[in-house]
Nanobody, 121 residues
Framework: QVQLVESGGGLVQAGGSLRLSCAAS????????MGWYRQAPGKEREWVAA???????NYSDSVKGRFTISRDNAKNTVYLQMNSLKPEDTAAYYCNALLWRVGWAPKYDSWGQGTQVTVSS
């Protein structure tokens, strides 16, 4: 069973920071690269960041240099530290296991409830 629970979103002013967390079931987390995705109103879900089982990371161009993804293998949790937030970062954020370098596509069709990030200008 796919279990993903995202948290940490909120309302923040432009230039501010937030740290998102995603607690995943062991069946999802162990042995998989993990990723963050986001979906803004009226737009398709897009990939944001990825971390593999060795701690290697990759980012979409829109967040590179501002966001940092990490994982805690002991807690089956992946994090997203978001700094220098912009209004265009406003979206619901989701995590999932991810296909490394295969279009950074999500591995599973099931998603958690997401966590809303709203950045005011």
């Amino acid at each position: 069973q796919v279990q993903l629970v995202e948290s940490g979103g909120g309302l923040v002013q432009a230039g501010g920071s937030l740290r998102l967390s995603c607690a995943a079931s062991g069946s999802i987390f162990r042995g998989n690269a993990m990723g963050w995705y986001r979906q803004a109103p009226g737009k398709e879900r897009e990939w944001v960041a990825a971390v593999n089982i060795f701690g290697g990371t990759n980012y979409s161009d829109s967040v590179k240099g501002r966001f940092t993804i990490s994982r805690d293998n002991a807690k089956n949790t992946v994090y997203l530290q978001m700094n220098s937030l912009k209004p265009e970062d406003t979206a619901a954020y989701y995590c999932n296991a991810l296909l490394w370098r295969v279009g950074w596509a999500p591995k599973y069709d099931s998603w958690g409830q997401g966590t809303q990030v709203t950045v005011s200008s």
